[in-house]
């Protein structure tokens, strides 16, 4: 945001129209930017856009994180992360959380100084939340910052976000929210350069299904582009940003800003290659509807320099950059930055910041959000005069993720439940499971930096090494010196992640080589034969004594490294397990570190926890049955042996400065566990899809497709109540296509326990002529009812909106005649009631292929393919993923067909490219495709039809070679 603008007193300057808050707003804008000169204009199209002095125009920076808090500014109310949040499904908690976070950025905005370049602008009220990205896939490095692995639930709850942040005046924005990351982002292994294979069935239904209703509804007023590409097109210069995003929004009378990720511009030329030079890149960027370059930090000179050169080359023009800078400054009049004095935002002072209310919200949404995965009759716990061991690297520990707020104060599970047992006397003890060792240099003799280290495992040889004379972790350095000085484990490159190699192995070659959850480096055992070495996971590099003989992490390779003896002063897990056995009851707290192994950058290998923590949970259960696992964690675990053995098994995100009061809460049945899974918690031995297969229909992801049945459903999540689902009823057999359903039924509590409970209503198609879901979230409610209370509850479902499937013959969604049914379920898997409705109408007909162009992506059913882009601005094409692929249309009516003709391109010369036509395994024609000078030198090449087959028949569409194939024509 910008400071004030000053008032007629401040500056020999009248007072211009813009200032006159009588104006409409778009009269405001016209006048502004007709008063900024080109070169002003062009200067506003970098994240830190300059001062204008001579108008009153103050600094103005994109951008404030603000996920679940206020993020990256000082310490802020740390709420659950996003997929804790979504784990709620409680559209108002998370509308009532985002306004605490916005009313606190106002705080930071107002009065805080920027941490980051404070010259220019004050701390911004843009914020950059939330993430409505789905979580498709389970290994997403980012699984926390999203909400759901479905549509509705993660549209609703990000609406709701939204309109949190943005509060209830209708002309001034709190803050001004902004969606991320559009489209299709769920991978980080090499995001900048990975493409996401949409086909249009899984585009339309699926990823912008997440993103339109915030848009459409005017609660979003931006959007951020995605890192990776699309149907072989980066996002930041895709045609999906107007044809989409822009003519939803428009509607709503309010123009999108739109904004790079971080670096991502420059990402166009490299790594992505996908234009020569940065000016045709920006240039490029700009003219798809980027209007601020997040870019080259607070080096606006770089950027603006490059979009200069474009607009010099003729590659942009002046009305392109004009409607950037309008976009932008709509919404700074929105924010409330030229009428402060009218702005009911501008007098929220520094005192909100971590409030007593924003407390006991945290407190509350942790609470919401953890999920009670399995109680056979252990919870809640009834008797605070018991002893109970608090065990697990967790147990007494919260951690940070890279977006979260600076904590102001960490309430741990042992807190928290040490906090309840007190009152009546109740004992605690805390042990963490994990080793404490002495590391000794071969060289010297002498302890590595002079103390012990109590050792974390984070599975895959993954250690942490915590200094037992201070507390900190040690860190490499950048001049390679190990330094015990940190006190959490949280920065962009993290420098607090080793490895104990087996000197033996590294001999061998086999340093970098560890199995999936392998625990290389660990102290599992006792002590450990032989000599190691202390390997940095940041740079690769060994620990190795100088010829000042101080230890750095300079060593290449092996040969050159220090040997340590290592000796176990420790054995954590003994100790554990002894305190289980003389505690009434084991509390096991175990989980990720959200800044190692799964993070932005860096997605997870696989869904099992820790083998150290699975043995250390096993090991407490053998001596202590009555015991209860809570997963604290960023993503699904594959807890198998937990849910077959255990009595009780918790889950809950990293849930902010109130954890261990909320789970206290919930344990003891002060709370009740409110919260359901966001996605599907997998089985251990389920083979799930190659992380790049988007394709959610042919690959079978989510609730919606996955056929194995899952360790946990999507939705699930038990209460101390217990709920009775009443007869699902509807207010009509029948509906027409264009027509609604009113469903209805009653949900009693019949339990002894007040409880929480979201009933879900799912929709699923009987007689579908097309590879349908299983069953699609249509709706959901969360109720609290007292025992022997009972609620009526009502769904209104528009067929439009809840029984369509995008039509790919017809390129619109539509609602297909037939009988649908309509199940009423306590999650994915667990149907309570059921009704079947009948959709009347006519019958859809063939596809029609005659006289008309049928894009090769309109397929109904694919092999081996790989989804590209037909221009560099717009249109899809496929080609095959290796040397073969194909391509099904379903019931194409060929009748009168005697030519096909497609549009083909093939860069450089291979031999016996070719598509080939089928139907009912007759080939109909081969066309042989020559090569025509690049991958967007577009050919048509045609052949006759052999004996055509007449009426309706599944055509079948064979690629062989290296060809793209754009469309093709029936004559």
């Not at 709620?88 to 009065?111: C, I, K, M, N, Y």
């Not at 047992?421 to 499971?433: D, I, M, Q």
């Not at 040690?474 to 190990?482: A, C, I, Y």
């Given at each position: 945001?910008s400071?004030?603008?000053?008032?007629a007193?401040?500056?020999?300057?009248?007072?211009?129209p813009?200032?006159n808050?009588?104006l409409?707003?778009?009269?405001r804008?016209?006048d502004l930017?007709?008063?900024?000169?080109p070169?002003?204009r062009?200067?506003m199209l970098h994240?830190?856009a300059?001062a204008?002095?001579?108008l009153?125009?103050?600094?103005?920076?994109?951008?404030?994180?603000?996920?679940?808090g206020?993020?990256w500014?000082g310490?802020a109310?740390?709420?659950?992360?996003?997929?804790?949040?979504?784990?709620?499904?409680?559209e108002?908690?998370?509308?009532?959380?985002?306004?605490?976070?916005?009313t606190?950025?106002?705080a930071?905005?107002?009065h805080?100084?920027?941490?980051?370049?404070?010259?220019?602008?004050?701390n911004?009220?843009?914020?950059w939340a939330?993430?409505?990205?789905?979580?498709?896939?389970?290994?997403?490095?980012r699984?926390e910052?999203?909400?759901s692995?479905?549509?509705?639930?993660t549209a609703?709850l990000g609406?709701?976000?939204?309109?949190?942040?943005a509060?209830?005046?209708?002309?001034?924005?709190?803050a001004?929210?902004?969606l991320?990351h559009?489209?299709?982002y769920n991978?980080?292994?090499d995001?900048?350069t990975?493409?996401?294979?949409l086909?249009?069935?899984?585009l339309h239904?699926?990823?912008?299904a997440?993103?339109r209703?915030?848009i459409?509804?005017g609660?979003?007023?931006?959007v951020?582009a995605a890192?990776n590409?699309?149907?072989?097109?980066?996002?930041h210069?895709?045609?999906l940003?107007?044809?989409?995003?822009?003519r939803?929004?428009?509607p709503?009378?309010?123009?999108?800003f739109?904004v790079?990720?971080?670096?991502?511009?420059?990402?166009?030329?490299?790594?992505?290659?996908?234009?020569?030079?940065?000016?045709e890149?920006?240039?490029?960027a700009l003219?798809?509807?980027?209007d601020?370059f997040?870019?080259?930090?607070?080096d606006?000179?770089?950027?603006i320099?490059?979009l200069?050169?474009?607009?010099?080359?003729?590659?942009v023009d002046?009305?392109d950059?004009?409607?950037a800078?309008r976009?932008?400054?709509?919404?700074?009049?929105?924010?409330?930055?030229?009428d402060?004095?009218?702005d009911?935002y501008?007098t929220?002072?520094?005192?909100v910041?971590d409030s007593?209310?924003?407390?006991?919200?945290?407190?509350?949404a942790?609470a919401?959000?953890?999920?009670?995965?399995k109680?056979?009759?252990?919870?809640p716990l009834t008797?605070?005069?018991?002893?109970i061991?608090?065990?697990?690297?967790?147990?007494?520990?919260?951690f940070?993720d890279?977006?979260?707020?600076t904590?102001?104060?960490a309430?741990t599970?042992a807190d928290?439940l040490?906090a309840?047992?007190a009152?009546?006397?109740?004992e605690?003890?805390?042990h963490?499971?994990?080793?404490?060792?002495?590391?000794?240099a071969a060289?010297?003799?002498?302890?590595?930096?002079?103390t012990?280290?109590d050792?974390?495992?984070?599975g895959l040889?993954?250690?942490?090494l915590?200094?037992?004379?201070n507390?900190?972790?040690?860190?490499?350095k950048e001049?390679?010196?190990l330094?015990?000085?940190?006190a959490?484990?949280?920065?962009?490159?993290v420098?607090e992640t080793?490895r104990?190699v087996?000197?033996?192995?590294?001999?061998?070659g086999g340093?970098?080589?560890?199995a999936?959850g392998?625990?290389?480096g660990?102290?599992e055992?006792?002590?450990?034969g032989?000599?190691?070495?202390l390997?940095?996971?940041?740079?690769?590099?060994?620990a190795?004594?100088?010829?000042?003989g101080?230890?750095?992490?300079?060593?290449e390779?092996?040969?050159g490294?220090?040997?340590?003896?290592?000796e176990?002063?420790?054995?954590g897990?003994?100790?554990?397990?002894?305190?289980?056995?003389?505690a009434?009851?084991?509390?096991?707290?175990?989980?990720?570190?959200p800044l190692?192994?799964?993070r932005?950058t860096?997605?997870?290998?696989?869904?099992?926890?820790?083998?150290?923590?699975e043995e250390?949970?096993k090991?407490?259960a053998?001596?202590?049955?009555?015991?209860?696992l809570i997963?604290?964690?960023s993503?699904?675990y594959?807890?198998?042996?937990?849910d077959?053995?255990?009595?009780?098994?918790?889950w809950t995100?990293?849930?902010?400065q109130?954890?261990?009061?909320?789970?206290?809460?919930v344990?003891?049945g002060?709370?009740?566990p409110a919260?359901r899974?966001?996605?599907?918690?997998y089985?251990?031995d389920?083979?799930?899809p190659?992380p790049?297969?988007y394709d959610?229909?042919?690959?079978?992801?989510t609730?919606?497709?996955?056929r194995?049945?899952?360790?946990?459903?999507?939705?699930?999540?038990?209460s101390?109540g217990?709920f009775?689902y009443?007869?699902?009823e509807?207010d009509?057999a029948?509906?027409?296509q264009d027509?609604?359903?009113r469903a209805?039924?009653t949900?009693?509590?019949t339990?002894?326990?007040?409880?929480?409970e979201?009933?879900?209503?799912?929709?699923?198609p009987?007689e579908?002529?097309?590879?349908a879901?299983?069953?699609?979230?249509?709706?959901?409610?969360?109720?609290t009812?007292?025992?022997?209370?009972?609620?009526?509850?009502?769904?209104?479902?528009p067929?439009a909106?809840?029984?369509?499937?995008w039509?790919?013959?017809t390129?619109?969604?539509?609602?297909d005649p037939?009988?649908?049914q309509?199940l009423?379920a306590?999650?994915a898997?667990?149907?309570?009631?059921?009704?079947q409705?009948?959709?009347?109408?006519?019958?859809?007909a063939?596809?029609?292929?005659l006289g008309r162009?049928?894009a090769a992506?309109?397929?109904?059913a694919?092999r081996?393919i790989?989804?590209?882009?037909?221009?560099?601005?717009?249109?899809?094409?496929?080609t095959?993923?290796?040397?073969e692929?194909?391509?099904?249309?379903?019931?194409?009516e060929?009748?009168?067909?005697r030519?096909?003709?497609?549009?083909?391109?093939l860069e450089?010369?291979?031999?016996g490219?070719?598509?080939e036509?089928?139907a009912?395994?007759?080939?109909l024609?081969t066309?042989?495709?020559?090569?025509?000078?690049g991958?967007?030198?577009w050919?048509?090449?045609?052949?006759?039809?052999s004996?055509p087959?007449?009426?309706?028949h599944d055509l079948r569409?064979?690629?062989r070679?290296p060809l793209?194939?754009?469309a093709?024509?029936?004559?």
């Amino acid at each position: 945001m910008s400071s004030p603008s000053p008032s007629a007193a401040e500056t020999p300057a009248e007072r211009y129209p813009f200032h006159n808050s009588a104006l409409p707003l778009d009269k405001r804008v016209d006048d502004l930017l007709s008063r900024l000169s080109p070169a002003e204009r062009l200067a506003m199209l970098h994240q830190y856009a300059p001062a204008v002095p001579r108008l009153g125009i103050g600094a103005f920076r994109t951008g404030a994180e603000a996920l679940h808090g206020v993020s990256w500014l000082g310490v802020a109310t740390a709420f659950p992360q996003a997929v804790g949040l979504g784990a709620s499904w409680d559209e108002e908690l998370v509308r009532e959380v985002a306004e605490a976070v916005s009313t606190e950025l106002r705080a930071f905005h107002h009065h805080r100084p920027a941490a980051i370049a404070p010259d220019r602008g004050p701390n911004s009220l843009q914020a950059w939340a939330p993430v409505l990205n789905l979580l498709r896939d389970p290994r997403w490095g980012r699984n926390e910052e999203g909400y759901s692995e479905d549509p509705v639930h993660t549209a609703r709850l990000g609406e709701a976000f939204c309109r949190g942040l943005a509060g209830d005046d209708p002309t001034y924005l709190r803050a001004a929210p902004v969606l991320k990351h559009f489209l299709a982002y769920n991978n980080e292994d090499d995001r900048c350069t990975t493409s996401s294979g949409l086909r249009p069935r899984v585009l339309h239904e699926y990823d912008l299904a997440a993103f339109r209703p915030a848009i459409a509804s005017g609660a979003a007023t931006g959007v951020m582009a995605a890192y990776n590409l699309v149907n072989g097109r980066p996002c930041h210069v895709s045609p999906l940003l107007a044809t989409e995003l822009r003519r939803w929004a428009e509607p709503t009378g309010r123009e999108l800003f739109v904004v790079s990720d971080a670096e991502a511009p420059s990402n166009l030329v490299d790594p992505e290659r996908y234009f020569d030079d940065h000016a045709e890149g920006h240039a490029a960027a700009l003219k798809a509807g980027i209007d601020s370059f997040t870019d080259h930090g607070e080096d606006s000179a770089t950027v603006i320099g490059r979009l200069r050169e474009a607009l010099e080359r003729g590659l942009v023009d002046q009305a392109d950059i004009d409607l950037a800078v309008r976009r932008q400054f709509e919404l700074r009049f929105r924010m409330g930055e030229f009428d402060p004095e009218l702005d009911p935002y501008a007098t929220i002072g520094a005192e909100v910041v971590d409030s007593a209310p924003h407390r006991a919200l945290a407190r509350r949404a942790a609470a919401a959000s953890t999920v009670l995965l399995k109680n056979t009759g252990l919870l809640p716990l009834t008797d605070p005069a018991k002893k109970i061991a608090v065990i697990g690297p967790h147990g007494d520990a919260l951690f940070e993720d890279w977006y979260s707020g600076t904590l102001p104060y960490a309430v741990t599970v042992a807190d928290g439940l040490r906090a309840r047992l007190a009152p009546a006397g109740g004992e605690l003890t805390v042990h963490e499971g994990i080793d404490r060792v002495l590391l000794r240099a071969a060289s010297t003799g002498e302890p590595l930096n002079g103390t012990a280290f109590d050792l974390g495992d984070w599975g895959l040889g993954v250690l942490t090494l915590r200094a037992t004379d201070n507390g900190r972790f040690l860190s490499v350095k950048e001049d390679g010196s190990l330094v015990a000085d940190r006190a959490v484990v949280k920065s962009w490159d993290v420098h607090e992640t080793f490895r104990l190699v087996e000197a033996s192995d590294a001999a061998e070659g086999g340093a970098d080589s560890t199995a999936e959850g392998g625990t290389e480096g660990g102290t599992e055992g006792g002590t450990a034969g032989g000599a190691v070495l202390l390997q940095s996971v940041l740079t690769g590099r060994y620990a190795a004594a100088g010829t000042d003989g101080a230890l750095r992490v300079t060593a290449e390779d092996a040969a050159g490294a220090e040997r340590f003896s290592r000796e176990l002063l420790r054995d954590g897990r003994a100790e554990a397990v002894a305190a289980a056995a003389a505690a009434d009851l084991a509390v096991v707290v175990l989980g990720n570190h959200p800044l190692i192994h799964g993070r932005e950058t860096e997605d997870r290998r696989g869904l099992a926890l820790p083998p150290a923590q699975e043995e250390l949970l096993k090991e407490v259960a053998a001596v202590r049955p009555d015991t209860a696992l809570i997963v604290m964690s960023s993503y699904p675990y594959a807890v198998d042996w937990a849910d077959e053995h255990l009595p009780a098994v918790l889950w809950t995100s990293h849930g902010g400065q109130e954890t261990g009061h909320a789970l206290a809460d919930v344990l003891f049945g002060d709370a009740d566990p409110a919260g359901r899974l966001p996605q599907t918690w997998y089985r251990g031995d389920d083979e799930l899809p190659h992380p790049l297969d988007y394709d959610i229909v042919q690959a079978g992801w989510t609730y919606q497709y996955h056929r194995a049945a899952p360790r946990y459903p999507f939705g699930h999540g038990l209460s101390y109540g217990a709920f009775q689902y009443g007869e699902l009823e509807v207010d009509a057999a029948t509906v027409g296509q264009d027509g609604g359903i009113r469903a209805a039924l009653t949900v009693s509590n019949t339990g002894s326990r007040p409880g929480t409970e979201v009933v879900q209503l799912y929709v699923r198609p009987l007689e579908a002529r097309y590879q349908a879901p299983r069953r699609k979230l249509a709706d959901f409610r969360k109720i609290t009812l007292a025992p022997g209370r009972s609620r009526r509850l009502v769904f209104d479902l528009p067929a439009a909106d809840h029984l369509a499937h995008w039509d790919v013959a017809t390129g619109a969604f539509t609602v297909d005649p037939g009988r649908y049914q309509l199940l009423a379920a306590a999650s994915a898997e667990d149907v309570r009631a059921t009704v079947q409705v009948t959709v009347e109408g006519p019958a859809p007909a063939p596809r029609t292929v005659l006289g008309r162009r049928t894009a090769a992506a309109d397929f109904d059913a694919h092999r081996d393919i790989a989804l590209v882009d037909a221009t560099r601005e717009a249109g899809d094409a496929v080609t095959p993923a290796g040397t073969e692929a194909e391509l099904l249309f379903s019931t194409v009516e060929l009748t009168g067909a005697r030519e096909v003709s497609a549009e083909v391109a093939l860069e450089g010369a291979a031999a016996g490219a070719e598509v080939e036509f089928t139907a009912d395994g007759q080939v109909l024609a081969t066309l042989t495709v020559p090569p025509t000078g690049g991958r967007y030198a577009w050919t048509t090449v045609t052949a006759t039809l052999s004996d055509p087959p007449q009426g309706v028949h599944d055509l079948r569409v064979i690629l062989r070679g290296p060809l793209r194939l754009a469309a093709f024509t029936v004559a």
